[in-house]
């Protein structure tokens, strides 16, 4: 509208009058710029409400699909809820809508110009309008495998980095960082390259809509405004508006060229987490209905269960721990005790028989809901005391908080420091002690209050000093749950109503 009365106004100057629309223009002006800061503060802020909640789908997918599927994948998943949820959260917010004003605005200014100057010359330049579709459709084919290549090279880069600082020690030790720094410049060197290439696609279109569609655009426009004035159709100002608006027609569709690598990136990315969100999904909650299986007690009713890739670990195993009993389970090394765990919090789904874990059955996450599980190696967030707690309570208080250290044993020493709940733990825990690690994690069960205990080697990792102060703790955890017991070391299993020797007897 603002280029009609630019035309109207330039009629008005040659015929010598004053034009009268002035203060209409300068409004329209500004609001012309009001609209387009909106859309694009809008744009920011619908990507990054797109990535929050894309990102937190794609986390909470891999909790509901449980360690073993996703285990030897933590590479890909890095790259998947970073770089992959960033370019699909900037295609569907920053791109599509673009996109669509791209292939719309040109169709609404030849509409206003149509009606308020010339149907002829907008009808015209709107027949150039119908090739653009099919030649950017055509050209996002030719280079949508390049967008593919570019993704998998770039999570495949980002495994080997993450891989590489995990086991950055035993590299060293190894004297094998060289090589693993040879392999990460070859993954490198091949994720530049296949980006280059997507590049060279994204300017390649540029080229083509700039030099074959805009110039087309603009030398008709021109063309056909002197015919229709040598004609006497038009008058200058009214050629003038033709070919202002001809600019209209070709700024959104160079927009295509601009954002087009952001297309590939996301179309890309969007397939991959598709495949990912569209991975098996738990089976549905079922309470076991077995007589034999009340509230508090653990089954395991003739068991075959292995590890992805590897034969069955156990075979017809059937065990029973009863309501508040506490029992120990022991045998050597590769026999299948940890497997027994992994099936009992749903990381692992049984090949025949089944898992009854406080009357349920078939559904990982109530089953691991029944549970506090205190293991091998305590995994601490990197974090306050107070936070790592929280991960069973998230709403419990701080007097809560110094309850559960008090009865793992730890409140004096927690006490003892200047930031007392507040402070930090370390990555992975390394401004504790083994002990003051296991502690906590045994803290953590005690707000968890959970019917079944699960321990699975607690004191594997910590010398005898420490395992008498972890024994003391966990035996005021167990008292009145039901206990299942995993241990090696005949001193680190706690009073036991009775003990099973897996393949052997009971």
């Known amino acids: 509208m603002l280029f009609v009365l630019v035309g109207r106004a330039v009629d008005e100057l040659l015929g010598g009058r004053r034009p009268d629309a002035v203060p209409l223009m300068i409004a329209l002006a500004l609001l012309a710029a009001v609209l387009a800061g909106v859309g694009a503060w809008f744009s920011q802020r619908a990507s990054a409400e797109a990535e929050r909640r894309l990102r937190g789908t794609v986390v909470a997918r891999v909790f509901e699909r449980g360690a073993t599927d996703v285990a030897g994948r933590s590479g890909a998943l890095l790259a998947l809820a970073t770089g992959a949820v960033e370019r699909v959260a900037q295609y569907r917010a920053a791109f599509l809508g673009p996109m669509l004003g791209a292939l719309t605005t040109p169709l609404l200014a030849l509409a206003v110009l149509a009606l308020a100057v010339d149907p002829v010359a907008a009808g015209l330049l709107a027949l150039l309008l119908l090739v653009v579709p099919p030649a950017i459709g055509g050209f996002q084919r030719l280079v949508r495998p390049l967008g593919g290549a570019s993704r998998r090279t770039q999570a495949r880069l980002t495994a080997g980095f993450l891989e590489a600082i995990q086991a950055l020690g035993t590299l060293v030790y190894a004297r094998a960082a060289g090589r693993a720094g040879e392999d990460l410049a070859r993954r490198g060197e091949t994720y530049r390259r296949d980006l280059l290439r997507v590049l060279a696609g994204n300017q390649l279109l540029i080229l083509v809509v700039d030099a074959v569609f805009s110039l087309s655009v603009i030398v008709a426009a021109a063309v056909i405004a002197t015919a229709r004035v040598a004609s006497g159709a038009l008058t200058l100002g009214e050629a003038a508006a033709v070919l202002l608006t001809a600019l209209l027609v070709t700024g959104p569709v160079d927009m295509i060229g601009q954002f087009f690598y952001v297309g590939i990136g996301g179309r890309a990315a969007q397939g991959q987490i598709a495949g990912h969100l569209a991975g098996p999904r738990p089976r549905a909650t079922a309470q076991a209905e077995r007589a034999d299986a009340p509230a508090g007690s653990i089954v395991l009713d003739a ?93 419990a208080t701080d007097d809560a908080l110094w309850r559960a250290l008090d009865d793992a044993g730890l409140r004096e020493e927690i006490a003892a420091l200047p930031e007392g709940l507040g402070a930090e733990v370390g990555e992975q825990g390394a401004l504790l002690s083994g002990g003051q690690a296991q502690r906590l994690a045994i803290a953590r069960a005690f707000l968890r209050d959970a019917p079944i205990l699960l321990l699975d080697e607690p004191t594997s990792q910590v010398d005898l000093a420490s395992e008498a102060a972890i024994l003391a703790a966990l035996d005021r955890l167990a008292a009145g749950r039901t206990v299942l017991m995993i241990a090696h070391r005949p001193g680190a299993i706690l009073a036991a109503d009775r003990v099973i020797a897996l393949g052997g007897a009971s």
Not at 380 to 388: C, D, K, R, V, Y
Request: glycine share 14%; net charge neutral; no cysteine.
């Open 303 to 395: 068991v075959t269960a292995g590890w992805p890739g590897a034969r069955p670990v156990l075979r017809g195993l059937s065990l029973r721990v009863e309501p508040g009993e506490r029992v120990a389970l022991v045998g050597p090394s590769g026999v299948g005790k940890s497997t027994v765990a992994a099936l009992l919090q749903g990381h692992l789904h049984a090949l025949e028989g089944q898992v009854v874990v406080d009357g349920l059955s078939g559904d990982p996450a109530g089953m691991r809901a029944r549970l506090a599980v205190v293991e091998q190696q305590t995994f601490l967030f990197l974090g306050t005391i107070a936070e790592n707690l929280r991960v069973a309570a998230p709403d």
